[in-house]
């Protein structure tokens, strides 16, 4: 065609508003497609034409279609989707431990109270089999919320096992998918150099927001179009069209807990503590920093009560007239807590023992050996300790006893302890027959009727059971002489007890330390030959000294190094979890209030808006019906242009 020609110029702005009215059409259908950029058709003039009147215009051009993108805007949004999901995702679990350990009816704390009134109820009436029935029923009630705290526990850390191997699975198929694209997208950028494939740079976008929801992601751009994309603390999940693979993997000492790993080759690294972010690592620190915790938590209260009730019943006397046996089901011996690591090369067994439960912690510990050192972690606060007489003697340390009971440890054997992670599980009563309980105290104390001064004696009370009861016809009779000053001790121990009435009148304590620690105390002034009578509580089925004990250990400073009683040790538990719930819902919205705003200014560049679409298409279509009509008087022009020549 000539220079200037109208038909090609016309043509050419035709086909121009067609390809835009196109993108526009594609902006419109893709309103409601999760992450597609606003698209543009960017236009050019052609080429000018010189004449011999000077340059004349040839129409004008699709140079590209251009998407509305702004990879500092994409980032920030894939930054907060990540931060939003680990806090979200932390917030609903942490949320159910809170409702569970804080419920007026599913928490511990009305029946540990419903537990200590029967045992009240007990001392109230020592010898009614009601009374007695009560307590045993109380006692099962007790260890049954234990048992089901202690289960919803565990569902929990199932329920973490499950989503960390869908998690997983779920990153493996987004990384899979990402190096495809990669690969298309450098291939298409190979062919067409200079032109975007921005529907699969959007699906491309699309996938690593996915993904960030799951792990938190970097991002690094190839010259040939691919990205490369890092996860957690920087593990290359995505470079260029390949993909690397997470994992699951069992723990080296706890094959019920699972792990995550990366793999390498043919090899599987264990990368548990490189994953943050996202809810990958919302799984991760839920079960580090509130599940297990918790549950070591509730097993150290389940350890104390069954420890102290126990140690104060057996200092009590039944109706049977024998000395108290275990109330609840002594735990040592029946829970796994010493777990060695799976590929320990030495065959040592090492035994834990509570030694002293008011220094028990709720953390576990890592026992190692490096060379000819022995070493135990807490792990709570990674304090450290030097085991200088272990193996060959025993350790004790923050109330355990460690014993290497058989076998030996090879350098580099490592075992994980956990003194209470079962602890809550393995509780119970073992008592069964109401008389076996020990209300009545095993010794009792008596003034003689005939003494003829003011001297008293108080009840008795025993520390330990060494050489108790007191043999058959075994009492202790404290005569007293008046010039002396003291009482002479038939029986028993033997020996003299100084005693003057001027100075220690009001009271002094004596300690048979050899007997059980029967502790009395004498006041006021004997006369000369006055005799106390120290003896077996025979027949005591009214006695209700050892049920008043019992039921003051409720409010006594048991545990935390006699800091915190059994209801302080659970508040503790429900304190910790509910602040890190608040804490956690706080992160929660404002993170997402950031992910919002993110996202809005984010849409404010890439979003389409259907009015300003709504617009484009009419200036597009009087654009095109504008060319179509400049075509139309070319054509006029051509037909006018013939018919002349035909004449």
Do not use: C, W
Request: charged share 15%; no cysteine; proline share 3%.
């Amino acid at each position: 065609m000539a220079t200037g020609d109208p038909l090609s110029i016309g043509l050419s702005g035709l086909l121009a508003m067609q390809r835009s009215l196109a993108t526009t059409s594609h902006n419109v259908a893709n309103v409601n497609t999760p992450g597609f950029s606003r698209q543009r058709t960017e236009l050019a003039t052609q080429l000018l034409e010189f004449s011999g009147n000077g340059f004349i215009g040839t129409g004008v051009s699709v140079t590209t279609v251009h998407r509305a993108y702004d990879a500092f805007l994409t980032e920030q949004v894939q930054g907060y989707t990540s931060e939003h999901a680990q806090f979200e995702t932390f917030h609903d679990l942490t949320a159910q431990l809170d409702h569970l350990f804080a419920d007026s009816e599913a928490g511990l704390s009305p029946t540990l109270q419903q537990f200590f009134n029967s045992v009240q109820e007990v001392a109230d009436a020592p010898s009614a089999p009601a009374a007695r029935q009560a307590l045993l029923t109380e006692g099962e009630v007790l260890a049954a919320r234990f048992h089901f705290l202690d289960g919803r526990l565990r569902d929990l850390h199932d329920s973490v096992n499950t989503q960390l191997r869908d998690t997983v699975a779920e990153v493996n198929t987004l990384a899979s998918s990402i190096a495809k694209l990669n690969q298309r997208l450098s291939e298409f950028q190979g062919q067409n150099s200079s032109q975007p494939a921005n529907d699969l740079l959007d699906q491309r976008d699309q996938l690593i927001g996915e993904l960030a929801q799951k792990v938190a992601v970097t991002v690094f751009p190839q010259e040939d179009g691919m990205l490369n994309v890092f996860v957690g603390n920087g593990q290359s999940l995505v470079v260029g069209d390949h993909n690397s693979k997470l994992a699951t993997l069992r723990d080296p000492y706890d094959s019920s807990r699972l792990d995550i790993g990366y793999s390498v080759g043919s090899d599987t690294l264990a990368v548990s503590d490189q994953m943050a972010g996202g809810e990958l690592g919302a799984l991760l620190s839920f079960r580090a920093q509130v599940l297990e915790p918790s549950r070591n938590n509730l097993g150290q209260l389940a350890l104390g009560i069954t420890q102290t009730f126990n140690a104060q019943h057996h200092l009590g006397m039944d109706l049977k007239g024998e000395l108290g046996h275990d109330f609840f089901s002594p735990i040592d011996s029946s829970a796994p807590v010493s777990l060695p690591r799976t590929d320990n090369t030495g065959d040592g067994m090492v035994e834990i023992t509570v030694s002293n439960v008011s220094e028990l912690t709720d953390s576990d510990y890592r026992l190692e050996r490096n060379g000819a050192s022995y070493t135990l972690t807490r792990l709570s606060d990674n304090q450290v300790y030097s085991l200088t007489n272990f193996p060959g003697g025993t350790a004790t340390i923050d109330g355990l006893t460690l014993d290497l009971t058989a076998g030996s440890m090879d350098s580099g054997d490592s075992y994980l302890i956990q003194p209470t992670r079962e602890a809550a599980q393995n509780f119970g009563v073992m008592l069964t027959d109401t008389s076996r309980i020990a209300a009545a105290a095993p010794i009792r104390t008596e003034a003689n009727l005939g003494n003829k001064g003011t001297g008293q004696i108080s009840a008795a009370s025993v520390t330990n059971t060494n050489g108790l009861p007191l043999p058959t016809n075994g009492q202790i009779t404290l005569n007293y002489d008046a010039a002396a000053k003291q009482f002479n001790v038939n029986g028993g121990p033997g020996g003299v007890l100084g005693y003057d009435p001027a100075t220690e009148g009001d009271g002094k304590e004596f300690t048979f330390s050899i007997l059980g620690g029967i502790t009395f105390t004498i006041s006021g002034t004997p006369a000369d030959g006055d005799n106390f009578v120290v003896h077996n509580n025979t027949g005591g089925v009214s006695d209700n000294r050892n049920a008043l004990v019992l039921s003051g250990l409720q409010t006594q400073s048991l545990l935390q190094n006699e800091t915190a009683t059994y209801q302080e040790q659970y508040s503790r538990l429900v304190v910790d979890v509910g602040v890190r719930t608040r804490q956690a819902e706080v992160n929660r919205d404002t993170s997402g209030a950031l992910l919002d705003q993110a996202v809005e200014v984010r849409e404010g560049v890439s979003g389409v808006n259907l009015e300003e679409e709504a617009a484009n298409l009419l200036r597009f279509q009087q654009a095109f019906q504008a060319a179509a009509r400049v075509i139309s008087v070319a054509d006029t022009m051509f037909q006018s242009l013939l018919g002349a020549v035909g004449r």
